[in-house]
């Protein structure tokens, strides 16, 4: 079955970075798109990024342009993202989301657990 | 970018009722609408792809409906399980991103 594990999330000072991993398995990682979204506490979901399935296409929401990017290992079946210079506003849960497509369709089918991230001084 | 919102932000409903959501784009996303519900503590669950295609597994009861600007979430014959709460995405630019709309909470 289809399983997503975010991993690194933790606590960090205004500023700083981070990066998080997502493991993938069960599909065939290498041919669909994936997304990252994040949901800051009692708020809705705010999509932030998407990668294609080649890696070629990458695209990202406002909010974090020029400071977060995404990326993608298929011979470990890991998509990343680099978050720099984080922001207290940038305190949310961090999802890991697959696309049922290889160029990104916007769907998102299948959702990792979401890992914690906290920006505070 | 495509904004998105959702009315109501919040209802009550009972069980057995028909219940109907409401997302509207800033801009025509032709019939690249997304519904997802999500419950406390967890992820996201895809119900609705292109506006009005079933996820698979997700009970008949859901379905959605609309293009253009307006659609519609609707569950019919509300089940306790369906407390939760809805929330719209469009799909159909990823330049301008891949929006959520502010959701809905039904509170059985």
């Known amino acids: 079955q289809v399983q997503l594990v975010e991993s690194g999330g933790g606590v960090v000072r205004p500023g700083r970075s981070l990066r998080l991993s997502c493991a993938a398995s069960?599909?065939?990682?290498?041919?669909?798109?994936m997304h990252w979204v994040r949901q800051a506490p009692g708020k809705g979901p705010e999509w932030l990024a998407v990668?294609?399935?080649?890696?070629?296409?990458?695209y990202y929401a406002d909010s974090v342009k020029g400071r977060f990017t995404i990326s993608r290992d298929d011979s470990k079946n890991t998509v990343y993202m680099q978050m720099n210079s984080l922001r207290t506003e940038d305190t949310a849960v961090y999802y890991c989301?697959?696309?049922?497509?290889?160029?990104?369709?916007?769907?998102?089918?299948?959702w990792g657990q979401g890992t914690l991230v906290t920006v505070s001084s | 970018d495509i904004q998105m919102t959702q009315s109501p932000s919040s209802l009550s409903a009972s069980v057995g009722d028909r219940v109907t959501i409401t997302c509207r784009a800033s801009q025509t996303i032709y019939n690249y609408l997304n519904w997802y519900q999500q419950k406390p503590g967890k992820a996201p669950k895809l119900l609705i792809y292109?506006?009005?295609n079933l996820q698979s597994g997700v009970p008949s009861r859901f379905s959605g409906s609309g293009s253009g600007t307006d659609f519609t979430l609707t569950i019919s014959n509300l089940q306790p399980e369906d407390f939760a709460t809805y929330y719209c995405q469009q799909s159909y630019s990823a330049p301008q991103g891949f929006a959520f709309g502010p959701g809905t909470k039904v509170d059985i």
């Open positions: 989301a697959r696309d049922p497509a290889a160029i990104p369709s916007g769907e998102c089918d299948h």
């Open positions: 069960g599909f065939i990682f290498s041919s669909l798109a």
């Open positions: 990668i294609s399935s080649d890696g070629s296409a990458k």
């Open positions: 292109v506006a009005s």
